[in-house]
T-cell receptor
Framework: GQNIDQPTEMTATEGAIVQINCTYQ??????LFWYQQHAGEAPTFLSY????GLEEKGRFSSFLSRSKGYSYLLLKELQMKDSASYLC??????????FGKGTRLHILP | GAVVSQHPSWVICKSGTSVKIECRSL??????MFWYRQFPKQSLMLMAT?????????EQGVEKDKFLINHASLTLSTLTVTSAHPEDSSFYIC????????????FGPGTRLTVT
């Protein structure tokens, strides 16, 4: 079966760093995505990992370990606008992208 | 960048009626389009995968006779919710993917359906 786990909610302070973890068990693996979603809007693409290691893009970084079925999204220098849901998603063998339940991140001033 | 549009952005309909939602890739040809449904404070649930010119593949638990998907061209897919019920009220999002463009799928802005 397919299973993608991430924390339901997290809280962090403006200017700080937060790490959102994601573990997955899927039928095949063709890449892992992180998306940001604000309430009532469609998801926006943040990152994609298909090989092990860290991908850095500005304030956001994403890490993947395929052997452990594990990824994390690291957000640095948090801003109030980063308050959103962060969705971990895996593309399986059949190229379908399955989403985790999402992590709601609250940023405190 | 690649742009995907959805129409309408929101719709209210009465129980028992049918509603059609369009998903268009505006500046690229999408070999595959996906339809998702999202209930409040929940994640996106994949409903079906459609490839141009072939029948859609539905996820387990999704009624294909209720959610009709037509992928008539490389730039247009439609989702028709037939005999809508209040429990079908949700946020419906499509995404489009062109394997030749790489790994990213591009999301439409979503359609908010309310069935009264």
């Amino acid at each position: 079966g397919q299973n993608i786990d991430q924390p339901t909610e997290m809280t962090a302070t403006e200017g700080a760093i937060v790490q959102i973890n994601c573990t997955y068990q899927t039928s095949g693996f063709n890449g892992l995505f992180w998306y940001q979603q604000h309430a009532g809007e469609a998801p926006t693409f943040l990152s994609y990992n298909v090989l092990d290691g860290l991908e850095e893009k500005g304030r956001f970084s994403s890490f993947l370990s395929r052997s452990k079925g594990y990824s994390y999204l690291l957000l640095k220098e948090l801003q109030m606008k980063d308050s959103a849901s962060y969705l971990c998603a895996v593309r399986g063998r059949d190229d379908k992208i399955i989403f985790g339940k999402g992590t709601r991140l609250h940023i405190l001033p | 960048g690649a742009v995907v549009s959805q129409h309408p952005s929101w719709v209210i309909c009465k129980s028992g009626t049918s509603v059609k939602i369009e998903c268009r890739s505006l500046d690229f040809q999408a070999t595959t389009m996906f339809w998702y449904r999202q209930f409040p404070k929940q994640s996106l649930m994949l409903m079906a995968t459609s490839n141009e010119g072939s029948k859609a593949t539905y996820e387990q638990g999704v009624e294909k006779d209720k959610f009709l998907i037509n992928h008539a061209s490389l730039t247009l897919s439609t989702l028709t919710v037939t005999s809508a019920h209040p429990e079908d009220s949700s946020f419906y999002i499509c995404s489009a993917w062109d394997q030749g463009r790489g790994y990213e799928q591009y999301f439409g802005p979503g359609t908010r359906l309310t069935v009264t």
